[in-house]
């Protein structure tokens, strides 16, 4: 596609459910981000990837986050048992591994109730 | 840690410049970035630095580098109220991922 899309672009969920956040980078992209921007914050690195692989998985906040990237491409980002501190919004970046320039997706804008 | 610091808001009048700072703690950072959030929507690189310049110009935007104080800045020229964004301020510490600064809302006053 012509740039980094995010879906769904809002998600409610309630307290305790699992939600399932989507990447779909730019075309060719080796290099995907995930970050989390609460309100009023900058966005704060969660996990990049690297290919398949997950390159650096330190920004990840407890065990209940999880990200995958099968193929390289799409990338999906996993919040079990979700909690009220977890709404933000998500946002997904991707470059071409070398690049100076990382391209953002709009964000998911996830609301825990 | 890493840790980058900004002024939280900034107001300037139309066709005035607008002079945003950052500070930053990791000299290692090969770059450091200007990104542009605007309401709604997700950061737009407005444009970066290598470590090793000091000075950058694109159009409107010109970015200094003090490194000996880790002190960067970006100033835009002719402040038109379509630049009214939050701007962000990243350095790459570990080579690929951004560690991103507070943010400062420019208000643009008519």
């Known amino acids: 596609g012509a740039g980094v899309s995010q879906t769904p672009s809002n998600k409610v969920t309630e307290k305790g459910k699992y939600v399932e956040l989507r990447c779909d980078p730019i075309?060719?992209?080796?290099?995907l981000y995930w970050y989390r921007q609460s309100l009023g914050q900058g966005p704060e690195f969660l996990i990049y990837f690297q290919g398949t692989g997950a390159a650096d998985d330190s920004g990840l906040p407890n065990d209940r986050f999880f990200a995958v990237r099968p193929e390289g491409s799409v990338s999906t980002l996993k919040i079990q048992r979700t909690e009220r501190g977890d709404s933000a919004v998500y946002l997904c970046?991707?470059?071409?591994?070398?690049?100076?320039?990382?391209?953002f997706g709009q964000g998911t804008r996830l609301t825990v109730v | 840690g890493e840790d980058v610091e900004q002024s939280l808001f900034l107001s300037v009048r139309e066709g005035d410049s607008s002079v945003i700072n950052c500070t930053y703690t990791?000299?290692?950072?090969?770059?450091l970035y200007w990104y542009k959030q605007e309401p709604g929507a997700g950061l737009q690189l407005l444009t970066y630095i290598f470590s090793n310049m000091d000075m950058k110009q694109d159009q409107r935007l010109t970015v200094l580098l003090n490194k000996k104080d880790k002190h960067l800045s970006l100033r835009i020229a002719d402040t038109q109220t379509g630049d009214s964004a939050i701007y962000f301020c990243a350095e790459t510490p570990y080579g690929q991922n951004f560690v991103f600064g507070p943010g400062t809302r420019l208000s643009v006053l008519p």
């Open positions: 075309s060719g992209h080796t290099a």
């Open positions: 990791d000299s290692s950072s090969t770059y």
């Open positions: 970046a991707s470059s071409l591994t070398g690049s100076t320039e990382a391209f």
